[in-house]
């Protein structure tokens, strides 16, 4: 039975993911931004174990840790909170810039650093749902893509920093997953949304599956999921 913590399974992929491994009994860690939120997911997830958290305020992280237990070992930790703002860069705000690096980035290098020895114990492995945003950016995307970029190189460097301790890091580089975030980036676009036309996030999760279930003799580094025809 493999432990897991898991940002975001309050829904989208996250929560898909959270379905899926309870399903087949493995133990759940999921992060929550308060202790309300915490209460819905175990309402939710029967079972799991809770940690609060705001991923908005990364610096606070420790603190909040410090007065709750943690895994003490972990198989894998898989972040896929993120908050999304479009806008074009004259006229983005640095409030908005602060806030989508803090959560989309920040957070996930200072929750690793965090659950680090866990990870070590167990030789686990670290995934970042990241985003095409991730690779490539179009316009009204830079906030967003800056954050995302920032995730591909702190991942990247994990992947090297951690070799000798065992961990693997996989990064996934979602296209557009029918989600709560991808209905809002329709608001904000002007465009209509319909769940239909994109990915569903149960594949999404089972790439994510396919990653941490792979044998030890390999690694999956990245992996692109695009919606199928």
Same mark, same amino acid.
């Given at each position: 039975?493999?432990? =897991? ?11 898909? &993911? ?7 009994? %493995? $133990? ?12 819905? &997911? ?6 799991? #174990?809770?940690?609060?958290? %705001?991923?908005?305020d990364p610096a606070r992280l420790?603190?909040?840790?410090? =007065? ?6 972990? +198989?894998? &930790? @898989? =972040? ?7 806008? /074009? ?8 810039? #602060? ?5 989309? /980035? ?7 650093? &965090?659950?680090? =020895? ?16 991730? !690779? ?19 991942? $990247? ?20 997953t029918a989600t709560p975030m991808?209905?809002?980036?329709? #608001? #904000? ?9 994109? @990915? ?8 994510? !599956? ?6 030890? +003799? ?12």
């Amino acid at each position: 039975m493999a432990t =897991h913590l898991i940002t975001g399974a309050g829904s989208g992929i996250g929560a898909a &993911l959270a379905d899926r491994l309870a399903e087949r009994g %493995d $133990d759940l860690w999921l992060l929550a931004r308060d202790a309300g939120r915490a209460a819905q &997911l175990r309402e939710r997830f029967p079972g799991a #174990q809770t940690l609060a958290g %705001d991923l908005a305020d990364p610096a606070r992280l420790s603190w909040a840790f410090s =007065h709750q237990s943690t895994p003490a070992r972990l +198989d894998s &930790l @898989i =972040h896929v909170a993120g908050v999304v703002e479009l806008g /074009a860069v004259a006229e983005t705000p640095v409030a908005t810039w #602060q806030q989508q690096l803090a959560v989309n /980035a920040i957070a996930p290098a200072e929750l690793t650093r &965090l659950l680090i =020895h866990a990870l070590r114990i167990s030789r686990g492995q670290v995934v970042f749902v990241n985003s095409g945003a991730g !690779l490539r950016v179009s316009p009204e995307w830079g906030s967003y893509a800056a954050s995302k970029f920032a995730v591909r190189a702190i991942a $990247d460097a994990l992947r090297e920093e951690e070799r000798a301790n065992g961990i693997r890091v996989t990064t996934v580089y979602p296209g557009r997953t029918a989600t709560p975030m991808q209905e809002k980036v329709h #608001q #904000q676009e002007g465009a209509d949304y319909d769940a239909s036309r994109w @990915i569903d996030p149960a594949s999404v999760a089972t790439t994510i !599956l396919a990653a941490l279930d792979l044998p030890r +003799d390999a690694e999956l580094t990245e992996v692109t999921v695009r919606p199928g025809v």
